[in-house]
C-alpha cells in the first residue's frame, strides 16, 4: 500500500504536497519523498526512510522549488524495504525528467522484466514502478499522450499511479479501478491524490475521481482527459473500506465512516449478542462499534486507550517489531473491564496474533466474557494488488475453522460479518469491488510462479 499526492500549478507545491503527504500518513510509513520541478528543466528530490515529519523539515521544503510537485509514502508491498526502494522513482533520459509515483501492485512484473533484462535493460531497484519508467522509457511513440498510452497498456494488475513527465503533471488508473486517486482544485492549481483527506488538509476542493481507466494530462493548457483502454469490470478494493483509507476520506466517491458505521449495524443484525458493553480495538474498529452499538441498544465504551506515539502495528514489516509494537500501543482500562461481558469489535482478523494478545491483555483486566464481532468476512486469500496480506498459509482463516479460530484467539464467541452483509453495507452496488480476500475469485490473470507460492495452503 502507499499514498501518493500531486500538484501543478502552485507556487508552493512542495510545502502543499508535503501537508498532502501528512493527511496519508497511514497509507505508508515506511518513507517518504518529493519530487518538484520548477519548468526551467530543474527538478529536484528529497526523500527518506522513516514517517513525513522524519524525512522533511523547513530546510529541504525550501530547496524543493517549482510549480509541480510528486509526493509518496510507501508501505512496501512489492520490492524491499531498503532506501533505493523509495519512491517517487526520479531518471532522467533522453526525453527528459520521469518521476512517478505508485500505489498498487502489478501482477505481470516478472515477465516485463525479464523481457527488458534479456534486452539489456538494467534496473536499479526491486519496485514495480521502475518498470512502468522503462516502458516509457523506451517508447518510440512521438507524442507524450501515445508514450503514457503504450507503457500502460503493458502493464497488468493494480495502478494508481502519478507522473511528471517534464513539466506535464498525469494521474492515471487501471482499467478496474482497484485503488483510489481522486482530483482537487486549490487556487486555479490542480491536485491529485490517493484520498480526499489530503485534499481538506490543504483546503482544495474535491472535483471528482479518475475513473478507471482513464489517465489525465495536466499542463499549461489545463486538464485533458482520455480513456484509451477497453472497458473492464470495475474491481474497487473492497479492503480499502474496511481498514485502510481514512474514515474522513470519501474515496470512490463514497464516504468511509458512514461504510464502516453500516457494516456494524449489519454485524449487530447479524450475529447479536447478551452483554454489557460494547468497544472497538482502536482506531480501526471503533466506527463499526459505533454502528453496533447503535443497532443493539447496548453501550459503547472504550476499554482499551491508545498510544498515538507510535505507528500503525503492521506497518513494520519485521516480526520482532510487530509484537513489541502490539503491546505498547493499547492499554485496557480496568475500571471500565472489570465483571463485565463485552464485545469487542474489530475491523479484520488477519494473522489473529495481535487479537490473541490483546484479549488475553483484557481478560487480565477482568472482562468476565469476552466476545468478538469482525466487521467483515473471514480472510482466506492473499491480495496480489496492494494490500499486504500475508500468504495463504498465514492467514488464520484459510486453515482454520472459526472454532478454531475462536479457541486460538481465547474468546468466548467470534462472529463474522457475512460477504453479502458486507455487500449490502456498501454505499456502491456489489459489482462494483473486487473481494478476491475474502472469496479467492480474481479480478486478472496472476502469474503462475508467484501466485502458486502464495497460495499454498500448507
Ligand atoms: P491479527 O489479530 O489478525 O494479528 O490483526 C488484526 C488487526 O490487524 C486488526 O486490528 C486490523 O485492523 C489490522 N489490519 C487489518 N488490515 C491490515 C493490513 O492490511 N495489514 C495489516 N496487515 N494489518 C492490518
Ligand atoms: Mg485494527
Given at each position: 500500500m502507499c499514498g501518493i499526492f500531486g500538484i501543478y500549478g502552485h507556487k508552493d507545491a512542495s510545502r502543499l504536497t508535503y501537508l498532502g503527504l501528512y493527511a496519508l500518513q497511514h497509507r505508508g510509513e515506511e518513507s517518504a519523498g518529493i519530487v518538484a520541478a520548477n519548468g526551467g528543466g530543474k527538478v529536484k528530490s528529497h526523500n527518506g526512510m522513516g514517517l513525513v515529519s522524519?524525512?522533511?523539515?523547513e530546510k529541504t521544503i525550501k530547496s524543493l522549488h517549482g510549480n509541480v510537485a510528486v509526493g509518496h509514502v510507501r508501505y512496501s508491498t512489492t520490492g524491499s524495504s531498503i532506501s533505493k526502494n523509495i519512491q517517487?522513482?526520479?531518471?532522467?533520459?533522453?526525453?527528459g525528467h520521469i518521476a512517478i509515483a505508485h500505489n498498487g501492485n502489478l501482477v505481470n512484473t516478472r515477465q516485463l522484466r525479464r523481457g527488458m533484462e534479456s534486452k539489456g535493460s538494467i534496473f536499479q531497484t526491486s519496485m514495480d514502478s521502475e518498470l512502468v519508467v522503462h516502458l516509457i522509457a523506451k517508447s518510440d511513440k512521438k507524442d507524450k499522450e501515445?508514450?503514457?498510452i503504450d507503457a500502460l497498456s503493458q502493464l497488468e494488475g493494480a495502478y494508481s499511479i502519478i507522473l511528471m513527465l517534464n513539466n506535464t503533471l498525469i494521474g492515471a488508473r487501471d482499467p478496474y479501478g482497484f485503488r483510489p486517486l481522486c482530483i482537487g482544485k486549490l487556487d486555479g492549481a490542480y491536485v491529485l491524490a490517493s484520498e480526499t483527506c489530503a485534499l481538506d488538509l490543504i483546503q482544495a476542493k474535491y472535483v471528482r475521481d479518475i475513473e478507471p481507466g482513464e489517465i489525465v494530462f495536466i499542463d499549461n493548457k489545463g486538464l485533458r482527459s482520455i480513456k484509451p483502454f477497453p472497458p473492464q469490470t470495475h474491481a474497487s478494493c473492497i479492503f480499502e473500506y474496511i481498514y485502510f483509507s481514512r474514515p474522513d476520506s470519501n474515496i470512490f466517491e463514497k464516504n468511509v465512516y458512514l461504510t464502516r458505521k453500516r457494516l456494524g449495524k449489519q454485524l449487530a443484525k447479524e450475529h447479536p449478542v447478551k452483554a454489557d458493553l460494547i468497544m472497538p480495538i482502536p482506531d480501526s474498529g471503533n466506527y463499526a462499534a459505533l454502528g453496533f452499538a447503535e443497532a443493539s441498544n447496548i453501550p459503547y465504551?472504550?476499554?482499551m486507550i491508545r498510544n498515538h506515539y507510535?505507528?500503525?502495528?503492521?506497518i513494520q514489516p519485521s516480526q520482532f517489531i510487530r509484537d513489541f509494537k502490539v503491546k505498547i500501543k493499547l492499554n485496557p482500562i480496568k475500571d471500565v473491564l472489570k465483571?463485565?461481558?463485552i464485545v469487542i469489535i474489530e475491523d479484520s482478523i488477519v494473522r489473529g496474533t495481535t487479537s490473541r494478545i490483546r484479549v488475553k491483555t483484557l481478560r487480565e483486566a477482568g472482562a468476565k466474557e469476552i466476545h468478538m464481532r469482525v466487521s467483515c468476512p473471514p480472510l482466506i486469500s492473499p491480495c496480489f494488488y496492494g494490500i499486504d496480506f500475508p500468504t495463504k498459509k498465514e492467514l488464520i482463516a484459510s486453515n482454520r475453522t472459526i472454532e478454531s479460530i475462536k479457541d486460538f484467539i481465547g474468546l468466548d464467541s467470534l462472529k463474522y460479518l457475512?460477504?453479502?452483509?458486507?455487500?449490502?453495507?456498501?454505499l456502491l452496488p456489489k459489482e462494483e469491488f473486487c473481494t478476491a480476500c475474502f472469496t479467492g475469485n480474481y479480478p486478472t490473470k496472476l502469474s503462475k510462479k508467484v501466485s502458486k507460492k502464495m497460495l499454498e495452503k500448507n
Open positions: 522524519d524525512v522533511f523539515n517517487p522513482f526520479l531518471v532522467a533520459h533522453r526525453k501515445h508514450v503514457i465504551e472504550i476499554g507510535i505507528g500503525r502495528t503492521f465483571g463485565k461481558r457475512s460477504l453479502e452483509g458486507m455487500l449490502k453495507s456498501m
